[in-house]
């Protein structure tokens, strides 16, 4: 069936044709929030880079996670500012952890809130990499202690789901096999299994303050040529027991969101970074795009790649939006 026979532009007529037959629908239930936590209270501090992102004291983020689910969104993923940084990242697995404060505030106000942790030590140590540095390399397997450790102290004090972002190999196995030795067989790991050494973390981290002070992450995150390397990641991750595998960042890799989507029957995240949010506000706040269009264009896009979830900057204006339609 050809023209004038079949003509696309019939069920384009109006937007109740459209709704009919929209194939990609963008909800609140997609959508993961960032949170970055620092000591103190009622400290708000803006980010300049992620206009409208701010790190946040516990009581404030407590504030902020209520608000984010009273919006539909059913999770926020933490990021810590610890009070020190040093060689081994002690305060990211430490009981009294800006994080594992955080943890217990939030479950304790807002329990229904799935509240994800993202295991890395970049925020931790005092050279800014994600894992521990012996002779100028970062030593994957002594990471590997430290990042089941920092896991385990989340579980205890009471994360819903652990997400590791270090990229060193086998950290999924070790976090597995520490929560189940102790107890917590039914905490899910999230693994960003395919993240790609990338320039739009940029903004992140100017936030996180964990920019490394020497070198830079490429012999620990992937290649940003390297589409079926992603796959032999997202394999690993799988084997080793990851629950849900994310791809990162999301807008310049749709095509590795897509070929997981297709090769795995296992929850895709895609995280939608800072640098990607960056762009879109700095543009709108030129005038030089429309910020709520895009924002939903990129998200839907995201979705329509193959992502389940999104981890997203814009989760709240997003899910504002969807509630007003
Ligand atoms: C920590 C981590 C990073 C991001 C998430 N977890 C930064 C990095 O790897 O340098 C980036 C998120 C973003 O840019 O929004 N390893």
């Keep these: 069936m050809y023209f004038p026979a079949y003509r696309p532009r019939r069920l384009r007529k109006n937007e109740t044709l459209r709704r009919m037959v929209r194939e990609t629908k963008v909800s609140a239930d997609d959508f993961i929030y960032p949170l970055f936590v620092t ?15 701010a790190q946040l004291s516990i009581d404030l983020a407590v504030k902020e996670a209520k608000e984010v689910f009273q919006l539909g969104v059913p999770a926020v993923i933490l990021f810590g500012i610890p ?60 990471t590997l202690k430290l990042l089941a450790k920092m896991s385990l102290s989340h579980a205890e004090a009471g994360a819903d789901i652990v997400a590791p972002s270090d990229m060193m190999d086998g950290r999924v196995q070790a976090i597995r096999e520490a929560l189940d030795q102790s107890g917590f067989e039914d905490i899910p790991i999230m693994s960003y ?19 490394p002070q020497f070198g830079d992450r490429r012999s620990y995150q992937m290649d940003p040529a390297n589409a ?64 709520e269009r895009v924002m939903m264009e990129v998200l839907t896009a995201i979705k329509r790649a193959g992502a389940d979830l999104i981890l997203t900057y814009f989760a709240k204006d997003a899910a504002r939006l969807l509630g007003r339609q």
């Design 193 to 211: 299994a395919a993240k790609h050494a990338s320039g739009f973390y940029g903004p992140f981290r100017e936030a996180a303050e964990s920019t």
């Design 39 to 53: 000591h103190g209270r009622r400290v708000r501090k803006e980010i300049r880079s992620m206009p409208g992102i």
């Design 228 to 291: 079926r390397e992603a796959m032999r990641e997202v394999w690993l991750d799988v084997q080793e027991g990851a629950d849900i595998i994310m791809v990162k960042p999301a807008l310049p890799y749709l095509d590795i969101i897509r070929a997981v989507r297709e090769e795995f029957n296992i929850p895709v995240g895609a995280y939608n970074v800072s640098g990607e949010y960056a762009m879109i506000k700095a543009a709108a706040q030129r005038g030089w795009l429309e910020e």
């Design 83 to 142: 009070k020190r940084k040093d060689l081994r990242g002690s305060e990211a697995y430490a009981r009294s952890g800006i994080i594992q404060q955080a943890i217990r505030a939030i479950k304790d106000k807002i329990p229904e809130l799935a509240v994800i942790t993202d295991v890395c030590l970049c925020e931790y140590t005092s050279h800014g990499h994600c894992g521990m540095v012996i002779q100028g390399q970062v030593d994957n397997d002594a």
